[in-house]
């Protein structure tokens, strides 16, 4: 009597699994269990790596921000404080980029920050 190979959705089970599993090395792309457990690992991370990639990128332009405060005599903590007082709400994304691309302006900013908090 031949073997039992599944049905179906067995298959199409397998095949969503292998799928998911291209481009790993060696076994893990080809057999189902390891590829199963190589697939749950990696959906895993990815979960985990979404939320962590809002913290590295906040935390990128925080350094940005400091270094540009610096240049500008001012120090991160006093530039936030400054800014929230004189009830300029630009976000941290928004001020490290216009301390990168539009010195300038962000010169500008600090000192608008620092008169506020003086």
């Known amino acids: ?24 090395r060696g076994g893990k792309s080809r057999l189902f269990r390891t590829a199963t457990e ?3 690992k990696a959906l895993g991370y990815a979960y985990r ?5 809002k913290r ?15 240049i500008n005599g001012i120090s991160y903590s006093r530039l936030i404080h400054g800014l929230k007082k004189a009830n300029i709400e630009l976000d941290r994304k928004v001020l490290s980029n216009l301390a ?19």
Request: aromatic share 8%; proline share 3%.
């Open 1 to 24: 009597m031949p073997r039992v190979t599944r049905g179906f959705k067995a298959r199409r089970r397998r095949n969503k699994v292998l799928k998911l599993a291209k481009g790993f």
């Open 38 to 40: 190589a697939v749950d």
């Open 100 to 118: 990168i691309v539009d010195p300038t302006a962000f010169k500008e900013v600090v000192q608008t920050a620092n008169n506020a908090v003086d």
């Open 56 to 70: 590295d990128f906040r935390k990128l332009w925080i350094i940005r921000i400091g270094a540009a405060a610096k």
């Open 49 to 53: 790596d979404r939320r962590n990639k």
